[in-house]
């Protein structure tokens, strides 16, 4: 990188630690409801992730989603730009888990994570990643041959992402407008240029947290989600790739 870009990336880190800092974000807690069981459940189940798989989830935070993957068997690692935000995971965490956790840019992480994953997720992570084309390739360069990236972002065909931001305390569109960015050709793009093949893209969900939480709302909203052409806005969508297990020829 050239130092501009090395400037800017800075100035990106900086205004996203500052964001994630200066005011606790109570969404980001672990809290094991309905709406974040079944997001969960479902990245799960888009990846192919199995008890026993190591499993990195990036831009882990508070471990929101980190804790509920270590209850489903997976020995998984967390790394985070925010040193504040792994110490409250590791006290939401406990004694119940052991989670590694890693304070790096996922640009620079560790170098001992290169080819050791199963699997590197994330839950509303890249909408806040300065580079994707170059995020992605360094994600590339910790999964084993054969290994999945998963990823769960908003979709910025749903027009209430953006009342979201401007309603809701704590929320800006300098820390979260990147979500302009989550459209399949260009997360597809980025994918394919770090050499990750099979890229494939799913969505779903209707309800917000609190209608979705009631008991009866989940059978609901599947059906909702079967109505094609409510397809193109549903909320949350899913892009996943696979790295090869050899390299691609020249």
Not at 31 to 51: C, D, H, I, T
Not at 68 to 93: Q, S
Not at 96 to 116: G, I, K, N, S, Y
């Given at each position: ?16 630690r ?13 809290s ?19 008890a ?53 840019d ?7 994570l ?71 050709s ?15 893209l ?49």
């Amino acid at each position: 990188m050239g130092s501009l870009s090395h400037e800017r990336i800075e100035a990106h880190n900086r205004a996203q630690r500052r964001y994630f800092e200066e005011n606790e974000k109570r969404r980001m807690r672990p809290s094991g409801s309905p709406y974040v069981e079944r997001q969960v459940n479902e990245l799960v189940r888009f990846a192919g992730l199995q008890a026993g798989e190591r499993v990195l989830d990036v831009g882990c935070g508070m471990g929101r989603y980190t804790l509920p993957l270590a209850e489903r068997g997976l020995v998984v690692e967390g790394l985070d730009l925010t040193p504040t935000l792994l110490d409250r995971l590791h006290e939401f965490a406990g004694d119940r888990f052991d989670v590694p956790l890693h304070a790096a840019d996922v640009l620079e992480p560790p170098a001992d994570l290169v080819d050791a994953f199963d699997a590197v997720v994330g839950f509303f992570t890249l909408h806040h990643l300065h580079d994707l084309d170059a995020s992605f390739a360094s994600m590339a360069r910790l999964l084993k041959p054969g290994g999945r990236i998963a990823f769960l972002e908003p979709n910025p065909y749903n027009p209430l992402y953006y009342v979201q931001i401007a309603a809701t305390p704590g929320q800006t569109w300098e820390g979260d407008g990147g979500l302009v960015r989550m459209r399949r050709s260009l997360v597809f793009a980025a994918l394919a240029q770090a050499g990750l093949r099979g890229c494939r893209l799913e969505r779903f969900g209707f309800f917000p947290p609190f209608v979705a939480n009631v008991r009866a709302a989940g059978r609901v909203e599947q059906a909702l989600e079967r109505v094609r052409p409510l397809g193109p806005v549903l909320p949350f969508q899913l892009f996943g790739a696979t790295r090869p297990d050899e390299p691609a020829e020249a």
